[in-house]
């Protein structure tokens, strides 16, 4: 009786250990980047050595990356917005704002960021392009060109 009680309780508490950073993931994109999830909010991108190049939490109201773009010489990101919970008095955590969208720009040849920008326009002709999937929680999602090019 005392072996049933032991593993009942070891499988009633076994979900509660292995929920955590269950939606984490590192996805290569190529050329050495990586997509990072550390979790809802932080969606990075970085070198595949582990250094982050771009974090929407360095960014005010900047929320997580939601699609992306990779040529041989950029990378563009496609960022969802950032607004705070307020659930209760006193809350301090945050939501992902999909009413908002910010976009940046990241060079290869030197890893320089730029943006936010919060309008994309007509840009060069973009060589080399190579749709990306990119994972969810449900499911992996085809990203299109969401800028005129």
């Known amino acids: 009786m005392k072996r049933i009680a032991i593993v009942l309780t070891l499988l009633l508490l076994a979900p509660f250990c292995l929920a955590t950073g ?3 993931y590192t996805l290569d994109i190529g050329d050495g980047y990586d997509v990072f999830r550390a979790n809802s909010l932080d969606v990075c991108i970085g070198k595949s050595s582990g250094s982050l190049i771009l974090c929407p939490s360095n960014y005010d109201n900047v929320g997580p990356i939601d699609q992306y773009i990779t040529t041989p ?22 939501d992902i704002d999909s009413s908002k969208t910010f976009y940046f720009i990241i060079y290869k040849a030197n890893d320089e960021v730029i943006g936010p920008l919060t309008e994309v326009r007509a840009w060069f002709g973009v060589s080399g392009f190579r749709k990306q999937k990119m994972p969810s929680q449900q499911a992996f999602f085809e990203v299109g060109i969401w800028w005129t090019l």
């Open 22 to 24: 269950w939606n984490d």
């Open 73 to 94: 010489q950029h990378i563009f990101t496609k960022n969802l917005g950032r607004k705070p919970r307020n659930l209760f008095e006193g809350d301090t955590f945050q």
